[in-house]
């Protein structure tokens, strides 16, 4: 168990340009989360999978954003026509689907738009 | 928006307990108490979580009121490699599991 693995780390890309970055879960959790954090600020929900299923999305998940989880195991959030603002710290988390016990984080990608 | 209220930051000792408040006035009968921290540069890692009984681990002590609206994470024995971001946060156990952070505590560590 080698833990949840984001990649890449970072990423720096112009204002305008598409991204995608990719969260690799704990095999046997079925839960998956993708998380926003700014500087100076706690994380903000985007994105709920539990197994293939997108269950919630957040209002901050404008239409620009994207993200997939093909059959329950890695998952994809795009970005479109990144712009100034997004640039951000995404994290990715899972956990499994039952019982009252936490996450596990990945180190997260940091982006910047330019 | 977040259901727990931390203060910003707290200093400690090195070698010396370290008590971390969360008032979470709100809570229902379903939430547990989480608490993660963060460390410069990465994902917050969990510490401890509790629903009504005071739980302990390697890491760390969970107090919680017996009202449950407030709780104290304990650091028994605070080191420089606590220096770190506490989150308290509750976790609906009824919905998407899904953490609403606050700010959270800015722990410093003085030697």
């Known amino acids: 168990d080698t833990g949840v693995s984001q990649d890449p780390r970072h990423k720096i890309t112009k204002r305008g340009q598409n991204v995608t970055f990719r969260c690799d879960p704990i095999?046997?959790?079925?839960?998956l989360y993708w998380y926003r954090q700014t500087l100076g600020q706690g994380p903000e929900f985007l994105t709920y999978?539990?197994?293939?299923?997108?269950?919630?999305k957040s209002r901050l998940l404008s239409d620009r954003f994207s993200a997939e989880r093909p059959k329950g195991s890695f998952s994809t959030l795009e970005i479109q026509r990144t712009e100034q603002g997004d640039s951000a710290m995404y994290l990715c988390?899972?956990?499994?689907?039952?019982?009252?016990?936490?996450?596990?984080f990945g180190s997260g990608t940091r982006l910047t738009v330019v | 928006d977040a259901k727990t209220t931390q203060p910003n930051s707290m200093e400690s000792n090195e070698e010396e307990p370290v008590h971390l408040p969360c008032n979470h006035s709100?809570?229902?009968?379903?939430?547990?108490i989480h608490w993660y921290r963060q460390l410069p540069s990465q994902g917050p890692e969990y510490v401890i979580h509790?629903?009504?009984s005071n739980v302990n681990n390697r890491m760390a002590s969970l107090a919680i009121a017996e009202d449950r609206k407030s709780s104290t994470l304990i650091l028994h024995r605070a080191t420089l490699r606590d220096a770190a971001v506490y989150y308290c946060?509750?976790?609906?156990?009824?919905?998407?599991?899904?953490?609403?952070f606050g700010t959270g505590t800015r722990l410093k560590v003085l030697a």
């Open positions: 946060i509750l976790r609906d156990t009824s919905g998407t599991y899904k953490y609403i």
């Open positions: 988390a899972s956990s499994r689907l039952t019982g009252g016990g936490g996450y596990t």
């Open positions: 999978f539990q197994n293939e299923a997108q269950l919630e």
């Open positions: 095999s046997e959790h079925n839960r």
């Open positions: 709100t809570i229902s009968g379903t939430d547990y």
């Open positions: 509790g629903l009504t």
